[in-house]
């Protein structure tokens, strides 16, 4: 590894942040700076880079506790709104997962034609200060003697409410065409016959994971804005997978790394947690998630100012190959083309859609960067930095 002209320190960073005098600046923005004056220019005037993401994320979910009953119960099985939630924890705490549905009714909710209700509904329900249904059932202890337990409850009527999310902020993902001559329903949404639309869900250039792709900074114990508070990345997230090809700027251009996350659900905002209702499919959660990237040295520099045309994504038939488990790339494609709004594959013009909201993801970026400037936000110094591969 080459030597590094400039060296700073995480707690350097922050004691600029203390004192108001650390420059922050969004990852759009650093493009810019990084463009006009060179990475190491760019590295000594620039403490750090924002990021932001805001898409469907169903790897997630909430510990509740909802207290002890009288006579107390232990929940066994438990029911908000409906949807199951696992109980095998203890008495009164369940987990309730995003994509779970409203019990024997998977694809069409109790909003029938509307939209699929589950777990992420519930999660946002919670947010916004509505009335959710718990209905708990034990099987009946000497300790535990209660068997059936109802009762209406808001966010504020639960001990504890804690974002735990094992999979979010996917470093890179696929996008999705449909080969086949009949439309079809999957979690990238409805993909219409023989390459007619084309979704993705990363927000390219402002995508967290893409501004540190070697995760130099990130780690267990960063400080992160998870749902509009502040949360904790927890541990690698599940399928984590640095073993990826990548561009020469070392960008992985396939699934790569993703982050578990923490946080207080009783803090959070419901402009940046969302119920998602996926037809032909079942239902998600939107989160929002944005990471600081401390600029250390001219590197860090250097990879926060990555940008849509050099970064890309693998394009799959989710008709055949996909379902299959079988699937391999029909081509690749830069975020520059997905967000020009058509790509084309074997001469064939595709339109392009989003299931991400890069609007949203730049108001993250926008709020940690003010966040930070006025000191309401510190760096989480990583006790351990994510699996990666050496660069």
Same mark, same amino acid.
């Given at each position: %590894? ?40 760019? *590295?000594?005037? $620039? ?6 993401? &805001? ?5 997630? /979910? ?16 438990? +029911? ?8 095998? $924890? ?44 718990? !209905? ?9 003697? *209660? ?5 209406? #409850?808001? #966010? ?10 094992? !999979? ?18 999957? @979690? %990238?949404?409805?993909?219409?016959? !023989? ?53 020469? /700027? ?21 402009? +940046? ?12 959660? &939107? ?7 401390? $600029? ?12 849509? *045309? ?9 008709? %055949? ?21 058509? #790509? ?8 392009? *859609?989003?299931?991400?909201?890069? @609007?949203?993801? !730049? ?7 003010? +966040?930070?400037?006025?000191?309401? &936000? ?14």
């Amino acid at each position: %590894m080459k030597k590094l002209k400039v060296n700073k320190t995480i707690k350097e960073i922050n004691d600029k942040i203390k004192s108001g005098k650390a420059v922050v600046v969004t990852a759009e923005e650093m493009i810019d700076i990084v463009g006009r004056h060179g990475e190491v220019e760019a *590295a000594k005037k $620039i403490d750090v880079v924002t990021t932001g993401t &805001f898409g469907p994320m169903c790897s997630s /979910g909430a510990f509740l506790n909802f207290g002890h009953t009288s006579p107390r119960i232990r929940a066994s099985k438990v +029911w908000l709104n409906d949807v199951p939630a696992y109980g095998g $924890i203890a008495a009164v705490d369940c987990y309730l997962g995003a994509t779970e549905v409203v019990e024997g009714d998977p694809l069409n909710s109790v909003y029938p034609g509307e939209f699929n209700y589950g777990g992420g509904h519930v999660i946002e329900d919670f947010v916004n200060g509505n009335v959710v249904k718990l !209905r708990a059932e034990g099987y009946g202890t000497d300790c535990y003697p *209660a068997r059936k337990y109802e009762r209406n #409850i808001t #966010i504020n009527d639960l001990n504890d409410a804690i974002l735990f999310n094992p !999979r979010n902020a996917y470093q890179n993902y696929n996008c999705a065409v449909n080969l086949s001559d009949t439309t079809i329903y999957t @979690y %990238m949404g409805m993909l219409r016959p !023989r390459m007619a639309n084309a979704s993705y869900s990363t927000s390219g250039q402002l995508s967290p994971l893409f501004n540190d792709p070697y995760f130099r900074t990130i780690g267990v114990g960063t400080r992160i804005f998870l749902g509009g508070a502040q949360g904790f990345i927890a541990w690698p997230g599940t399928q984590h997978n640095p073993n990826v090809p990548r561009t020469p /700027g070392g960008v992985p251009k396939q699934g790569s790394g993703t982050i578990a996350v923490v946080g207080n659900l009783k803090e959070m905002n419901k402009e +940046w947690l969302a119920g998602a209702s996926m037809l032909g499919y079942g239902v998600s959660l &939107f989160v929002g998630i944005g990471i600081p990237i401390p $600029i250390l040295d001219e590197e860090m520099a250097r990879f926060t100012a990555v940008k849509d *045309a050099d970064i890309y994504t693998q394009v799959y038939d989710y008709s %055949m190959d996909y379902p299959k488990g079988q699937a391999k790339p029909i081509a690749e494609v830069s975020y520059k083309e997905l967000r020009s709004g058509t #790509i084309i594959i074997d001469g064939k013009k595709i339109i392009t *859609a989003p299931l991400s909201s890069y @609007y949203k993801a !730049r108001q993250i970026a926008d709020t940690l960067k003010e +966040w930070i400037e006025k000191g309401k &936000f510190f760096l989480g110094e990583p006790q351990m930095v994510l699996p990666s591969i050496k660069f």
